[in-house]
């Protein structure tokens, strides 16, 4: 029995070290790589939302215009904060307040803010370079819940004042016009000039607990404005990215990266066939699950897909065995002990079926059958 047990455990071991090994480290060939603007950091701030949201409408002035333009982030955050703390305030703390949002957030925000260039609002002052938010939420969250808490039940109408005049002392005043390249601007005429019209985009996801082919708001911490979402089926989710790369179009992404199977210091985020391997995979090739609507559903209702990151869907890849991938950009910056590729984290087509919250794209890059089912 000794024996027979001692060959059992050879043989694992040796079945062990082939998985381990047997297989072939990641090499990638760019198959479309859109233009898009450098990578930079969020900082110490919740804000990817924004940084995404921002890349994405870069990428849109750049095929729309030609013209490669650096987006204030931090001119939306301003301008977001506010209608944040007034729904956390009306509906007497019971939604959330935090730095998180999501792509419709900026889209609101073009529509009734414009754009500025961030040489014109940097949400800096002389003395920083990292965009550091702890501290400003926690105030304006103390305010939210000071007023709700109020024993007079009545609020001060200088609760909204307040609330502007800190942000100015973080981010700075806001801007109501400014000069770039030679020329005076408004917030929304430069938006105008830069081409950019919110209501040319529209966000798509998919779930089975809501009608296909049909708007619904999507129940998910950061939807604090309550945007509405297209539901589609899966395929048609995954088929709507890949035509909009074909055609030119970068896609923003809402997704989960808290997986152990996502990382940017090795630049790749993959959904093993096996849990097994989730290590090994982060730097070798092994096959991959088959993500069903079911299983993505199923994991969704489970919580153990969260929506936790904003990023920007910029090209296509493949593995040297044919395998797909997408090119994202993040924005943690491109310090190369974490962030491998760039900044570019390399999504596998499993990954990006089972993980992928929402996307929010031109409506002109929805597939032809896609967009008529959904009468746009």
Known sequence: M????????LLLLV???????????????TVIDLETTPVISQGRTGT??????TSFLESEIIRLTGKEVDLSEMYTVRNTYPKKLENFVMRQGKSQFSEGGLAHDVMNSVASYGLVPAESYSGLFASETLHNHAELVAVLKAMGETYIENPA?????????ATEAVLDIYLGKNVTNFSFEGKQYTPQSFAKAMKIDPTDYITVTSFTHAPFYRPFIL?????????SMYNVPLNEMITTIDNALSKGFTVELDCDVSEKTFSSKNGVAVIPASEM??????????????VTQEYRQDEFENFTTTDDHLMHITGKLLDQKGNTYYKVKNSWGTDESKNANGGYVYFSEAYMKLKAISITLHKDAVPKATAKKLAL
Do not use: H
């Open 2 to 9: 000794k024996t027979i047990k001692k060959v059992s455990i």
């Open 15 to 29: 079945v062990s070290n082939i998985t381990m090994f047997g297989q072939e480290a990641y090499t990638f060939r």
């Open 48 to 53: 990817c939302w924004s940084y995404s949201s």
């Open 153 to 161: 039940r009545k609020l001060s109408k200088k609760w909204k004042p």
């Open 219 to 227: 129940n998910i911490p950061d939807n604090w404005s309550y945007g």
């Open 277 to 290: 391997n989730n290590t090994q995979a982060l730097t070798s090739i092994y096959p991959e699950r088959n």
